[in-house]
């Protein structure tokens, strides 16, 4: 086993990473069990145990690999995403009107667009949740993301404009936390 490295966590206190990683593997553990169990629908002893060994397993293996830290697994999104996750929802909602309305239109008055919006997250994770939050978003795709630009493909020029006013960059800078 290496030297513990002392770091900062989000709130300034120091922590050792060895820490961080016991703490991202029992959530991760947590996590892939209560799937686990909400898919497999039986709650017998022996179904559980299963669940419990496979889940284990699984983080077992994810730790030798070396894959659970906080890109891999980020807790320290979560209470922002509760703020996040709402909003995508509702500007998914009203994206998925705008495509059935385009889609109903006896013209189809389409009018596809290829544009590159500026990614304003600094870490890799960020612009990740960004160009999925825009790909999620109907009559929207991210195709590329390099140098700090995601090229985005739009059904509509307004649904270009929606994006490029930056609500959602905003939104995404915030949840990551690299709003200043």
């Known amino acids: 086993m290496g030297s513990v490295v002392e770091v900062k966590n989000i ?6 990473v060895m820490g961080n990683r016991i703490i991202h593997s029992i959530s991760l553990g947590a996590v892939l069990f209560a799937v686990w169990l909400v898919l497999s629908g039986h709650y017998t002893f022996f179904i559980i145990s299963l ?11 994810m730790q030798r690999m070396d894959l659970i830290d906080r890109e891999g697994h980020p807790i320290h999104l979560t209470w922002r995403a509760f703020t996040y996750i709402p909003w995508l929802m509702i500007e998914i909602i009203k994206a998925n009107i705008d495509v059935l309305k385009l889609i109903l239109s ?10 590159r919006v ?5 870490t890799d994770l960020g612009k990740v949740i960004y160009a999925n939050s825009i790909t999620l978003t109907p009559g929207t795709i991210s195709v590329d993301i390099a140098n700090g630009e995601i090229l985005v493909h739009a059904l509509t020029r307004a649904g270009a404009e929606d994006l490029m006013n ?3 960059d905003r939104r995404v800078t915030r949840m990551v936390g690299e709003d200043k």
């Not at 669940?51 to 293996?61: D, M």
């Not at 500026?118 to 600094?122: D, H, L, V, Y």
């Open 166 to 168: 930056g609500e959602m």
């Open 51 to 61: 669940g419990i060994l496979s889940c284990a397993l699984v983080v077992s293996i």
């Open 11 to 16: 709130w300034g206190a120091k922590s050792s």
């Open 106 to 115: 006896p013209s189809l008055p389409a009018t596809p667009t290829l544009f």
């Open 118 to 122: 500026k990614a304003s997250q600094t």
